[in-house]
């Protein structure tokens, strides 16, 4: 049987390290060896900086986010909170555009998150006192707080 000395397959894949390679200084941009240890190592950067920026992205909306909410009287994790109550489905990147971009929408959203926190908690309140007592305060029933569904 003929001996394989891979040829073309070995020529191709030199090329291609050798390519990734191209602007780096020195011998890493020219011998196989070098360039291929620089090349596996930026590429290796690469990849954690693609997660990293998802997480530095991620962190940069909730800033911007909890930046809008204290100035609309509610703490980020009330608001997200309120927001899951109220049945909104807004993502934080786009919950922080809006607030950057349209504060008097976001202060809106603001308030319906609020009143879906309060609604639970009123609620909450009167649950409490049927449970306790077997019948609902007068004065909340009086208020006009509506019960648990």
């Not at 050798?18 to 590429?43: H, I, P």
């Not at 940069?60 to 609309?72: E, G, K, M, P, S």
């Not at 007592?133 to 648990?148: E, F, I, M, N, Q």
């Amino acid at each position: 049987m003929p001996r394989a000395k891979r040829g073309n397959k070995r020529l191709e894949k030199r090329k291609k390290i050798l390519a990734l390679a191209k602007g780096y200084r020195g011998t890493k941009s020219k011998l196989y060896r070098s360039a291929k240890e620089s090349v596996e190592r930026a590429l290796n950067f690469a990849y954690t900086g693609r997660k990293l920026k998802k997480r530095d992205f991620r962190k940069l909306w909730i800033v911007r986010i909890n930046a809008a909410c204290r100035l609309n009287d509610i703490k980020y994790s009330q608001f997200v909170h309120g927001l899951t109550l109220a049945g909104i489905e807004l993502d934080r990147k786009v919950l922080a555009d809006i607030a950057v971009k349209q504060p008097e929408t976001f202060a809106s959203i603001a308030t319906q998150a609020k009143d879906a926190i309060s609604e639970q908690t009123d609620g909450v309140s009167i649950a409490r006192d049927i449970s306790r007592t077997g019948r609902a305060d007068p004065k909340s029933v009086r208020a006009g707080v509506r019960t648990l569904r």
